[in-house]
Every structure is written in structure tokens, then in C-alpha cells.
């Protein structure tokens, strides 16, 4: 396993800037260890809930910016789908409203898998959002949703920071 190191300090001024930053803290420290973005042999390299902190990031980052669409048109499909990520959520970290979202989304995904993710315009990829309105409640959900369930990211890494990094 990689060793994650995070300094006091730094976390410190994170938590007093809120949970987003704390939590950024970690999925730095994660990108950083394994050169930025994961790729299977990274991965390898990493346990089951750093794992479950980047897809979440991944997962995050997206549907904020463009939705499920685009999270799917982007690729990250098979990275946020085909892993135990929804699992993790449900099992482990207690995130069971969000869970069941990503396993809706993920039937969605292999209903309309390949004309999401086929090479477009841009222009193309923009009539994508009126092609699949079936995406829009679960995009509207996570944000309307977006600052409990990263509390609740924040508060599983608090309650169990052994597990992503080494605190100095």
C-alpha cells in the first residue's frame, strides 16, 4: 500500500476552512501518491476506501460541473459503475440515499451506454442533455443533495483517518 502523508498543520487549516477543503485535502494527497489520475496499476495501490474517495471525487467533480451526462460522455462510466464504489457507500460508509442514486443512474448507463459515450461535436455532445432528460432528477438530486453527502464523505474520513492517510 502507498504511504499517504498529511501534515497536521495542513489539515488543521483545512477543517477550519470547512468540510470541502478537508476533504480536498485527502483527495490531494491520494492524487498526488499516485501521480494524478488513478489507472488500474494505481489502483492496485491503494485500499478500499481511498479507492471509494477518488471515484467520489471523480463522481463529484463531474455531476457538479455537467451532470451525469457528462460524467458518462467523459468516460468514467466503468470508473464509477463497474467498482464496488456504490457498495462501499452502502455498506461501509453509510451513505445509502447516495448509494441507491448511483445504482439507478448505473441501469440508466447501460440502457444508453453507447450513445453517451460515442466521439461528438460539441454541439452534439450539448443535445445529449435534451436526448437523456431521463438523467436530469438524479443530476438535480445531487446538487440539491451535494453539501450533506459531502459531509457525510468528510465526516467517514474523520472517524477513520487510518485508513486514508498518516497523520505527522
Not at 68 to 92: C, D, E, R, S, T
Not at 124 to 142: I, N, R, T, V
Given at each position: 500500500?502507498?504511504?499517504?502523508?498529511i501534515?497536521?498543520?495542513?489539515?488543521?487549516n483545512?477543517?477550519?476552512?470547512?468540510?470541502?477543503?478537508?476533504?480536498?485535502?485527502?483527495?490531494?494527497?491520494?492524487?498526488?501518491?499516485?501521480?494524478?489520475?488513478?489507472?488500474?496499476?494505481?489502483?492496485?495501490?491503494?485500499?478500499?476506501?481511498?479507492?471509494?474517495?477518488?471515484?467520489?471525487?471523480?463522481?463529484?467533480?463531474?455531476?457538479?460541473?455537467g451532470?451525469?451526462?457528462?460524467?458518462?460522455?467523459?468516460?468514467?462510466?466503468p470508473?464509477?459503475?463497474?467498482?464496488?464504489?456504490?457498495?462501499?457507500?452502502?455498506?461501509?460508509?453509510?451513505?445509502?440515499?447516495?448509494?441507491?442514486?448511483?445504482?439507478?443512474?448505473?441501469t440508466?448507463?447501460?440502457?444508453?451506454?453507447?450513445?453517451?459515450?460515442?466521439?461528438?461535436?460539441?454541439?452534439?455532445?450539448?443535445?445529449?442533455?435534451?436526448?437523456?432528460?431521463?438523467?436530469?432528477?438524479?443530476?438535480?438530486?445531487?446538487?440539491?443533495n451535494?453539501?450533506?453527502?459531502?459531509?457525510?464523505?468528510?465526516?467517514?474520513?474523520?472517524?477513520?483517518?487510518?485508513?486514508?492517510?498518516?497523520?505527522?
Amino acid at each position: 500500500m502507498k504511504q499517504i502523508i498529511i501534515k497536521d498543520q495542513e489539515l488543521s487549516n483545512a477543517a477550519l476552512e470547512g468540510m470541502d477543503a478537508f476533504v480536498q485535502v485527502f483527495v490531494d494527497a491520494l492524487r498526488e501518491a499516485i501521480g494524478g489520475e488513478p489507472s488500474q496499476q494505481t489502483m492496485e495501490e491503494l485500499n478500499a476506501d481511498q479507492m471509494t474517495l477518488l471515484v467520489w471525487d471523480t463522481l463529484h467533480e463531474e455531476v457538479m460541473d455537467g451532470g451525469f451526462v457528462q460524467l458518462i460522455h467523459n468516460g468514467y462510466g466503468p470508473y464509477v459503475f463497474k467498482n464496488p464504489f456504490a457498495k462501499m457507500l452502502n455498506q461501509k460508509w453509510g451513505m445509502r440515499e447516495l448509494a441507491k442514486m448511483i445504482y439507478e443512474v448505473h441501469t440508466l448507463w447501460l440502457e444508453n451506454r453507447e450513445a453517451l459515450e460515442r466521439d461528438c461535436t460539441d454541439e452534439e455532445f450539448m443535445a445529449l442533455f435534451e436526448q437523456f432528460p431521463q438523467f436530469d432528477d438524479y443530476d438535480d438530486k445531487f446538487v440539491e443533495n451535494e453539501e450533506s453527502y459531502t459531509e457525510q464523505v468528510a465526516r467517514y474520513i474523520d472517524e477513520h483517518l487510518e485508513n486514508f492517510a498518516t497523520i505527522e
